[in-house]
């Protein structure tokens, strides 16, 4: 009974995916809109193979991977040491915090051209202009995490005997975990957005260059395969920082909720 | 059959969690609750008895047996059986005089009307001054109290209790019994009212259902009405205390029983 | 006031090094044209009405998107929260239309809707759809089963609780969906523009860059910049406002 239930359940959930890409061929083939507007799915899932056998959607994906790994991993770093030390060092408090307030809800995809006009159009342009729009959350959550740790946990590994350096590591950092992860989750899907809008705006390939680049040739299958690598390739981000956190958090309490 | 008479015939209810297998809550359970009577459902936690009221109020689908009130079976909720929940259920978006205002608002009367009442009902529970403010920013108490009223401005003949005062400190639980005792001596209803507390049972009702553990049955019921007299009237005789002795006799066994099923 | 002051005396600071730097010869002046160069352009762009002309059509398009978006993911988080048959219907397509990084969209949006303001007005929309939804729907599945059951038992019909109940109980999720929305559109339409467009904010941001106007270029991103942080502020203050029966 659970069983065949289960089995209906997982049935459901496909068919109204399976139902909008079965209406989307559909319309397509009986060109209710010109294939210009909206290809069939068939061609974008053939055109997405092509790009993957002749190896471009594995360059684009690569491209795109490293650059907005690269500069997530700036923004992870500075973002950790700058949201702690606001937390412990006063003048570092005084300094950052305004900006920190400013910083946060601004949109900073407007400073793109000033990235292009101080540090070109290449790599290192794309990297730091990643880094600045996701660096904000994280040195968000690492501040409030290092603010929040427990007092009682730091007396206690204290009367243990526990030196500075290992309270900082062994007690301060991983009772900060959860809610650092939690900041690096909302600064890995920004990381992705503006990576893909930089490489529209600088060019360089990856895979938001190519699908700019194939629409200025109005290349419209080559736009929706880009568009459903791009998708994957999100997916499979999101999944795999889900999957990290529950690895690193197993004592938590949630992990066991989930 | 009495214009408020209550029935349950031969009730049983299945609880089908989302995940995992159905469970049976309820197995046959007959009762009748008079005109202006106050019966309480006593019973360990996880006995049904919090079911049962619902399925009185009609939130849920009563399947096997039923329920009839004024000799009409139960099909629905509706403005004759009001019901005041444990973790009072107010809306937190409304203020004390919102939340009062919004039965009568669906009972269509006019403007001038409900303000009169609700301000009478602000009165009854003893919370003027404190109209435009926010449950957020009231005690526990009061927000019973608030609401107590909003269940009370439709002028339900029937008032359902689902461990009304269970959020309560013993304190503030002692007075709202006195208020409690006071507003039905004013407006008299009939009540069935939930609740874990032996002592609290025999000394607001008159009549205590003692609920058996999962399943729950209807275990004995027990005449507490002392001659008609309640609360602090009698909560000192020898009477009172036998009653509570004699009831928390049957509810003990059932409260170990419920213990063992949960920790197995 | 001195408090203010006080708090925010390192964006002084901060100016005063970008007046400095430049005007010292640190920093070439044609990478970080001195502050008051800046400002000297912003008046400028004021006056002659690029900054008018720029910033209305693109707060217009940015509203229009935003509140489509509100409009329609509030109904359909609401209905997916209420309707069972809605909810296996829609919820499957957002799990997986969620992840996707929404800048993405933008080629298409000009594909379907070309160059103008409907291409900029749907990548808006399609941007903050989703977290509007995901939040009506997480409130309004949230609601408190007793909450509706008092409002049938005082006498409310289906539908009235619905208005009556459920969307108030489900508004401080809504208003947090809305607000990642917010941050959200000014990214789109700001990429929108700086990537293909013929007015708004970003194309003039775009325009002064690769003309080599630096000083307008940067006086543009500064208004954007500020435009932003003070739309954030005032929604926070408004969400507050009417969330302020939370205590």
């Known amino acids: 009974m659970a069983g065949v239930s289960a089995i209906g359940q997982a049935l459901l959930r496909w068919a109204s995916i399976l139902g909008v890409l079965a209406l989307w061929q559909g319309f397509a083939e009986a060109h209710v809109v010109s294939a210009f507007l909206l290809p069939a799915f068939s061609t974008v899932v053939v055109r ?38 606001i937390a412990r060092v006063p003048p570092m408090r005084w300094f950052f915090d305004p900006l920190v307030s400013i910083g946060l809800p601004m949109p900073k995809i407007a400073f793109l051209p000033v990235f292009i006009l101080w540090f070109g159009v290449f790599d290192a342009s794309k990297i730091l202009m990643v880094a600045f729009s996701a660096v904000f959350p994280v040195v968000v959550s690492a501040w409030a995490a290092a603010d929040g740790v427990e007092h009682v946990l730091l007396w206690s590994a204290l009367s243990l005997g526990a030196s500075r350096a290992q309270l900082l590591w062994e007690i301060a950092l991983p009772s900060s975990l959860p809610q650092i992860f939690t900041g690096l989750q909302v600064a890995m899907p920004i990381a992705l957005i503006v990576e893909i809008i930089s490489e529209m705006a600088m060019g360089g390939e990856g895979l938001g260059g190519s699908i700019m680049t194939d629409m200025r040739f109005a290349d419209s299958p080559g736009v929706f395969a880009g568009i459903l690598a791009i998708a994957i390739v999100g997916a499979g981000l999101v999944r795999a920082m889900e999957l990290i956190r529950r690895r690193l958090l197993v004592w938590h309490a949630e992990a066991s909720a989930a | 059959m009495t214009a408020t008479g209550i029935s349950f015939r031969g009730v049983s209810h299945t609880y089908r969690p989302p995940r995992g297998q159905p469970v049976l809550a309820l ?140 959020a309560l400190d ?21 009540v069935v009212f939930v609740t874990h507390d032996v002592r609290e049972a025999v000394y607001l009702a008159d009549r205590v259902a003692v609920m058996s553990a999962r399943p729950g049955r209807i275990k004995e019921i027990v005449d507490t009405s002392f001659a008609g007299e309640r609360g602090a009237e009698i ?18 066994n059932e409260a170990i029983l419920a213990q063992e099923r949960r920790e197995p | 006031m001195k408090a203010a002051l006080t708090r925010y005396s390192p964006l002084l600071l901060l100016a005063a ?4 730097a430049p005007r010292l010869g640190l920093i070439d002046k044609d990478t970080l044209p001195p502050l008051s160069a800046v400002l000297r352009a912003w008046m400028e762009l004021l006056r002659d009405g690029d900054l008018a ?4 059509s693109s707060l217009q398009n940015l509203s229009a998107g935003l509140a489509l978006g509100v409009v329609v993911g509030v109904t359909l988080g609401i209905l997916m929260a209420w309707y069972r048959p809605i909810e296996i219907l829609i919820n499957p397509l957002i799990r997986v239309l969620y992840p996707l990084p929404r800048s993405a969209l933008i080629p298409v949006t000009i594909l379907w809707f070309g160059l103008g303001a409907a291409s900029k007005i749907a990548a ?37 609780v619905l208005w009556d109940v459920v969307l108030p109980a489900a508004m401080p999720e809504i208003l947090a969906g809305i607000r990642n929305a917010l941050a959200l559109s000014f990214i789109l339409l700001v990429a929108a523009e700086l990537l293909i467009s013929q007015r708004g904010m970003g194309y003039l941001i775009s325009s002064f860059g690769e003309g ?21 502020r005032l929604y926070l203050l408004l969400m507050r406002r009417a969330l302020r029966w939370r205590a």
């Open chain 1, 48 to 85: 997405l193979y092509h790009d993957v056998v002749s190896g471009d959607v594995i360059l684009g994906i690569a491209l795109t991977l490293y650059r907005a790994f690269a500069g997530f991993a700036l923004a992870a770093v500075a973002g950790i040491a700058i949201g702690v030390m």
């Open chain 2, 27 to 166: 197995q046959d359970v007959s009762l009748e609750v008079r005109e202006r009577e106050f019966l309480a459902l006593l019973g360990p936690s996880g006995c049904g008895k919090s079911t049962l009221l619902y399925l009185l109020g009609g939130f849920l689908p009563v399947e096997t047996g039923e329920i009839t009130v004024a000799a009409k079976r139960v099909a629905g909720p509706g403005p004759d059986r009001g019901i005041v929940f444990q973790n009072f259920a107010l809306y937190p978006w409304k203020t004390v005089r919102q939340n009062i205002l919004y039965g009568l608002e669906k009972q269509r009367l006019p403007r001038a009307e409900r303000e009169r009442r609700a301000q009478e009902l602000v009165e009854l529970v003893h919370l003027r001054g404190f109209e435009n403010s926010y449950p957020a920013q009231l005690s526990g108490g009061m927000k019973q109290r608030v609401a107590i009223a909003r269940t009370l401005a439709v002028d339900p003949a029937i008032l359902l209790m689902d461990e009304p005062f269970g």
């Open chain 2, 170 to 190: 013993a304190q503030t639980r002692a007075l709202m019994h006195e208020e409690l005792l006071a507003i039905i001596r004013r407006r008299p209803k009939t």
């Open chain 2, 235 to 252: 909560a000192g005789t020898h009477a009172f205390a036998e009653k509570v002795e004699h009831i928390w006799g049957l509810v003990r």
């Open chain 3, 17 to 20: 090094v970008w007046e400095a």
């Open chain 3, 53 to 56: 002309v720029n910033g209305l």
């Open chain 3, 124 to 160: 808006v929309f399609l941007g903050c759809l989703l977290p509007v939804v995901i939040g009506a729907f997480n409130g309004a599945r949230g609601v408190e089963q007793v909450l509706i059951w008092s409002a049938l038992a005082a006498g409310a019909k289906r539908h009235q």
């Open chain 3, 212 to 232: 080599g106007a630096y000083d307008a270029m940067f006086a543009g991103v500064l208004t954007v910049s500020a435009v932003g942080f003070f739309a954030d």
